[in-house]
């Protein structure tokens, strides 16, 4: 491992800018819900060190640990910064374990200079990519894509594997890999360039737009036999459609929820039990940070498959933090082409 290439020049500036969550967003968080303030730069104390944030990431989960709901982490606290993962440089370090110098991923926050404890390193970044990589391939978008599809999908050889969102962040990952594991995989997507993306970068075999294209009739003729995974990012009326076309004994990953606008009062649909149970389907949740201890085995096919011309990535990078309260919004329309960053250095 050499470390990150492609690192940009940054500043160190005197203050610090931040975007807070000002108000519960009731939904998908719009700009209103966020209010930018600055503040000195921080300094750390005794086993903390501070980070000068360069790349913030742009999540659709942000929407979850802004809302009120249950979620798998508590909401983010009014008047504080937005909870995000970043790429960033250690600018100063007061914990034994972290240098002065490191590349990190980590939770800091839609903010230019993060204080933190090393606990909030998701990933120290050490190896040969784009250091911007660290926030996508090799961020939460690249190791849900592989631990999701293979810890949970499991496809083998020949089986077929449907993905929505696939033209996004995690989906132009999953038909990658599913390609690479030598499965077939279809996509859906609400785009035709995204649809473009999927069949001619992002290994597809095929893609429909689910906006225009019969895309049931569609998934009838191109996996007559029925789908083996379906890798879902979406739930509701595309899931119940895609349930009624799984394979018996296929696989079903809950990896998002982006088409469930609202989650009170609870949505309701069709019942669902008996494809269930007639297919003798399993229907997986997944949240990566419950598979931390994989991320390294993660990391090392990840990049593999990138050196090999196996795996590529787009980005889509806005320059300042002023772009961040209208991200959220910007990714569940669907307006990102490629992983959504924005460069604050
Ligand atoms: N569980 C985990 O640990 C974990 C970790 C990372 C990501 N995720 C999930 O993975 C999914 C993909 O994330 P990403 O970062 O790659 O973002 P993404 O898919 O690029 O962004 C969200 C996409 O959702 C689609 N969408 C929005 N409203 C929709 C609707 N009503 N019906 C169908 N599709 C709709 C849009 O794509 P189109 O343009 O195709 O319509 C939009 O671009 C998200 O659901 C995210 O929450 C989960």
Redesign the pocket.
Known sequence: MTGPTHIPAYDLPRRNRRVLLARRPNGIPQPEDFALDETDRPDPAEGEFLVRTLYLS????Q??WAAAEAN?SAPVALGSPMRALAVGVVVQSRAAEVREGEYLYGWFGWQDYAVVTPDKIVQRATAPVPLSAYAGLLG??G??AYL?LTELGRPVAGDTVLV?????????YVGQIARNLGATPLG????DE?VAACRERYGYADAW???TADWAAALDTAAPTGLNVYFD??G???LDTALRRMAVAGRIV????????VWTPLPTGPRNEREIMTRRLVWS??????YVARFEAANQALVEWYQAGKLVYDEDISQGIEHAPGAIKA??????RG??LIFVG
């Open positions: 742009v999540d659709p989960a929407r979850g798998y939460i978008n190791l849900t999701a929505s969102t696939a033209g996004g962040a995690v989906g132009a859906l997507t609400g785009d995204k737009n689910y906006k990012n979406v509701g009326p595309i809950q990896c998002g929820t982006a088409s469930t606008a949740g997944f949240v990566v940070f419950d990714l569940y329309a669907g307006e990102n992983k959504k």
